[in-house]
């Protein structure tokens, strides 16, 4: 490298004598002649000043355990001040530089990219996704067409390829046929992303040292190393549904991010935690200025602005429980021949905060880049990407009997000493109504037909005060509403009148209030849905808002900036909701345990404390009945609160075992 004091000082020299400026104007001048078009302003050194993005925040978990954090990786990037003088030679770099990507087995880390050609040249056509207006590839060709006042509907793949072929020089006499495919892919992506002197181009990501080594000793320009955080996960394969995944900014969403200030190739979050708390994890970017000298020599190189590390974000979720609630689901559902996934949710009754959320089948976010590890989570039937536990929605089955007797109890419409009577088949006014119960029960209370799970009590009650009178409570009680998780959810299907007319579907008949009423017919609730809906009936009637965001503090300090607040939704009040039914319904689900199948009873031995639960079987069209249990403990002043599906489980009591194991971890201090 030429020493940059003996530049500055040539430079003083030829500004004080005017004949030696204009002699070294005429001489670059010829120079350029001679050599071909000059990419670059090599005449008098030149700044190039570029932005450099903070560390992005790091992930923990509610005692402190870091989730997800960072780790440096190299990325080859291509610098508009550091290319060679003329074209060809630029075009001769960059082949140089695909080759030793290849020849050094990085070319998995190439940039990923929005090219809109396939083949080979000169035999090139559009991409199939081209075609797809929601596309990013449509997105940033359109933005190509703009940029160089082109006509789409008179712009075909042979016209795109002759723009770059005349523009950069690409002579078949030259190049391979290979090589100027390869070129155009390269000069497209560059023209996509606004290459210049003020925005370099990342042509592959997380490269190797060979690579590097390789680039250093063949002296390949145009080419620089930057260092990027990379995400690390502290437990791969575990909470990857929660956390989420970083990606690049896509066309629906990239005037959102470009007003932000952020660059078209940063990452952002796109799913669970990453993306909800993108504003907090977000680093804030710093401004590098680099000068050079005429001969593309680095000067110097400092900050303008420094980068600043994001936020750190803690979340209410404990590693330990999460992995005991992936574990259990897991074993769960491999235990069950006709079932290959399912989903559970842990929910603190008193303050809505989410104690652990599992969906299974699940993925490894450390193997994400993997495109080929990517590509099998697409193919596989079970859908492993889908997060069941906020997404999926469920019939809740018998659980959904615990808001029935709740609203007919509060609506006074029976009282605890009130029974009906179960021979099986379920009558309206002397007529069969076709209705069944799974058992002959007899005459029943209704804490013994919460504990027998009985249809036609239930029945009755439908029958007695309608669907209708019955969501006024259960929605209140959280079935059907908004949880404000940050992540958010599906607001599930609130059985009904309206809703069948919103559908366009049959008229609602007594029928439809009957099987409404046992939580069949048209009702459909995520598993946390449930939980809260079992929350708020063990806690007194509070619906609290659900968060997984406990506290937001400075990058790498315990220096509070954020912390999340326990916020009521719904109260239903001493009028609605009394003490003596919340006792009458905690004693009920407590004989739904203590009263119930061995097996069942077995699942829970190791909680050493007082549990309380309901089963449901939900009826699914087309597949066998999906296994629904909700349990909480302990029974007088619930801590936990368990929500638990497991898909063609066949038997609600199976569900279980997930919240059986999860209450062993909870309370095995």
Not at 19 to 39: D, E, H, P, R
Not at 41 to 47: A, D, K, L, M, S
């Amino acid at each position: 490298m030429r020493d940059p004091s003996r530049g500055r000082g040539r430079y003083v020299a030829v500004a004080v004598v005017f004949s030696t400026v204009c002699l070294a104007f005429l001489c670059v001048l010829a120079v350029i002649q001679l050599k071909g078009t000059s990419l670059t302003p090599r005449e008098e050194g030149y700044t190039r000043t570029y932005t450099v993005p903070g560390v992005r925040g790091e992930i923990y978990d509610c005692n402190g355990v870091k989730l997800v954090g960072n780790s440096d990786k190299y990325d080859l990037v291509y610098e508009y001040g550091a290319m060679p003088d003329t074209r060809s030679e630029v075009n001769r770099s960059l082949i140089a530089l695909m080759t030793a990507i290849r020849e050094t087995g990085n070319a998995s880390c190439l940039s990923d990219d929005y090219f809109i050609l396939k083949g080979e040249y000169p035999n090139m056509s559009f991409v199939s996704s081209l075609h797809n207006k929601d596309s990013n590839e449509y997105y940033y060709y359109q933005k190509f067409l703009e940029r160089q006042e082109l006509d789409a509907s008179k712009t075909d793949a042979d016209d795109v390829i002759s723009y770059f072929t005349s523009r950069y020089k690409l002579y078949d006499t030259v190049y391979t046929n290979e090589e100027i495919t390869e070129l155009i892919r390269l000069y497209y992506e560059m023209e996509r992303v606004g290459f210049g002197q003020y925005e370099s181009y990342t042509v592959a990501e997380s490269v190797s040292k060979e690579l590097i080594t390789y680039i250093e000793e063949n002296n390949i320009e145009g080419v620089n190393f930057e260092i990027r955080a990379d995400r690390v996960y502290t437990y791969p394969g575990i909470a990857s549904h929660i956390l989420g995944r970083l990606g690049k900014i896509t066309a629906e969403n990239v005037e959102y991010y470009m007003e932000l200030g952020y660059s078209l190739d940063a990452y952002v979050g796109t799913s669970g935690c990453e993306e909800a708390f993108e504003e907090y994890l977000r680093g804030t970017d710093g401004i590098m200025v680099v000068k050079y000298d005429k001969n593309g020599n680095l000067v110097e190189k400092y900050y303008e602005v420094e980068p600043k590390g994001g936020n750190d974000v803690y979340l209410t979720i404990d590693i330990e429980l999460q992995i005991a609630a992936e574990e259990a689901l897991s074993e769960n559902v491999e235990m069950i021949d006709s079932s290959d996934s399912g989903a559970v949710t842990v929910l603190d009754p008193q303050t809505g905060k989410v104690l652990a959320i599992a969906s299974n089948p699940t993925y490894d976010l450390s193997q994400f880049s993997s495109k080929a590890y990517y590509n099998s989570l697409l193919a596989d039937e079970a859908e492993p990407l889908y997060n069941r536990a906020l997404q999926g929605v469920y019939a809740p089955g018998s659980t959904y009997k615990i808001g029935v007797a709740l609203a007919a109890l509060e609506g006074g419409y029976i009282d605890s000493s009130d029974t009906y009577f179960c021979n099986k088949l379920y009558y309206s006014n002397g007529s069969a109504t076709g209705h069944t119960c799974l058992g002959t029960h007899g005459r029943l209370n209704v804490v013994e037909a919460i504990r027998e799970s009985c249809n036609v009590f239930f029945y009755n009650l439908g029958e007695l005060m309608g669907i209708e009178e019955i969501t006024r409570y259960t929605y209140e009680l959280g079935l059907g509403a908004d949880t404000g998780l940050e992540l958010g959810n599906k607001s599930g299907i609130v059985a009904g009148p309206a809703y069948r007319e919103n559908i366009g579907g049959s008229s609602w008949l007594l029928g439809d209030d009957l099987n409404a009423s046992i939580g069949q017919s048209d009702h459909g609730y995520t598993p946390l849905q449930m939980s809260v809906y079992i929350s708020s009936v063990v806690n007194g009637g509070t619906r609290y808002k659900v968060s997984l965001l406990d506290s937001v503090r400075v990058f790498h300090t315990d220096d509070i900036i954020y912390k999340t607040e326990t916020e009521p939704l719904a109260v239903l009040s001493d009028d609605e909701y009394s003490d003596e039914t919340e006792e009458l319904l905690k004693e009920a689900m407590r004989q739904v345990i203590s009263e119930g199948s061995g097996t069942l009873q077995s699942y829970f031995d190791g909680v050493p404390v007082t549990v309380g639960g309901k089963t449901g079987t939900a009826e699914v069209a087309g597949k066998k009945d999906y296994a629904v249990f909700c349990g909480f403990a302990p029974l007088d002043t619930p801590e936990i609160v368990i929500s638990c599906v497991i898909e063609e489980g066949v038997y609600g009591y199976r569900a279980a075992y997930t919240v059986g194991k999860v209450m062993e971890k909870y309370f095995e201090e």
